[in-house]
């Protein structure tokens, strides 16, 4: 894990497992920490095999541009993509702003991923975002969960696409998995341990779920 510190950049994970899954890259000029953070890993850009964004808001997505001409495939959840290219042109026309974001190699959707022998399970969690994933890795007690939920704390649903209700239904599901020993979000520290993190489902939902 590699925790940004510039202000609105999310945490990136790398899974080192035989293959290397990097999940959530973050913002493209606040990428020089996470590519700090593989060189003293002895990994270079080229090593990647896989990015995955949870979902498609540029503190999470914009840095897959540093892979454009690298091996690494792209991965993102359909949903994402249409949300992505009906923005495109909004943001243009109305800020100035030139979006760019690579177009994924495949789309994610709910079900097993299984990646040169690492098996993963990605769960569409809408709310924070219309195509927004959550991916758990088994062997490894392991969800990243993106935005939908931090220690503490819970995703924003006031972005395009985001849908209150939708958000408490994907928290209440993600509650549920067995096994889960590290909640590895978006944004903030990693809650560790099997109780943990359930307690850490129950307190958001207790204290946050009255008030979206």
């Avoid at 026309?93 to 993963?120: Q, T, W, Y």
């Avoid at 490894?140 to 924003?156: E, N, P, Q, T």
């Avoid at 599901?173 to 359930?198: F, N, T």
Wanted: net charge negative; glycine share 10%.
């Amino acid at each position: 894990m590699w925790n940004s510190p510039r202000v609105n950049n999310c945490n990136a994970y790398l899974i080192d497992a035989g293959v290397r899954i990097l999940i959530d890259p973050g913002h493209a000029a606040y990428f020089d920490h996470v590519r700090r953070g593989l060189d003293e890993l002895g990994i270079m850009l080229e090593d990647i095999d896989l990015v995955v964004a949870t979902h498609a808001h540029p503190d999470h997505v914009e840095a897959v541009t540093m892979f454009e001409a690298l091996p690494a495939r792209f991965a993102l959840h359909s949903e994402e993509w249409r949300l992505v290219e009906e923005m495109a042109p909004l943001l243009k026309a109305s800020l100035g702003v030139e979006a760019k974001v690579l177009k994924p190699d495949f789309f994610i959707a709910e079900g097993s991923l299984n990646v040169k022998g690492v098996a993963l399970q990605v769960y569409h969690t809408p709310g924070h975002a219309p195509g927004a994933v959550c991916i758990h890795w088994p062997e490894a007690g392991a969800l990243f969960s993106g935005d939908l939920i931090f220690a503490g704390g819970l995703g924003r649903t006031d972005l395009p696409g985001g849908d209150a209700e939708a958000l408490k239904r994907s928290i209440r599901r993600m509650a549920g998995l067995k096994g889960v020993r590290y909640l590895l979000s978006g944004h903030g520290p990693i809650v560790e341990g099997e109780d943990a993190v359930r307690r850490n489902f129950e307190n958001v939902e207790r204290a946050w779920f009255a008030y979206i």
